[in-house]
């Protein structure tokens, strides 16, 4: 059974370099680590009790809207994270590097 969105609230945790989400009393999480205008996602956790339920895609993608609306680039150094880029193409732009200008003389 799908876990519906409306359900639940993703937050930001700076403190904790994560996105989280408690669901049933559990905490699904994705680990970040954000430099400039880079950001490393390392870690999608879901507890086995939630699993296969959407959550872990669902929490992803909230970390990718925040990537988006910051001009971050995104390095997937978690599996499900790249995956789920190659999933859904709209954000493989975030991944690409960017372009730094020419220093001028």
């Not at 905490?27 to 956790?45: C, S, W």
Request: charged content about 30%; aromatic content about 8%.
């Amino acid at each position: 059974m799908e876990i519906e969105p409306d359900k639940f609230e993703i937050a930001q945790n700076p403190a904790e370099n994560r996105f989280e989400a408690w669901v049933d009393g559990r905490l699904a999480k994705l680990d970040y680590m954000e430099n400039g205008d880079t950001i490393v996602m390392t870690h999608v956790g879901v507890p086995v009790e939630l699993r296969g339920r959407g959550l872990a895609g669902i929490i992803t993608k909230a970390g990718l809207e925040y990537a988006k609306s910051r001009s971050l680039r995104v390095i997937p150094m978690c599996s499900y994270v790249a995956a789920y880029i190659r999933r859904n193409p709209q954000y493989a732009e975030l991944t690409k590097r960017r372009e730094t200008p020419a220093a001028s003389s």
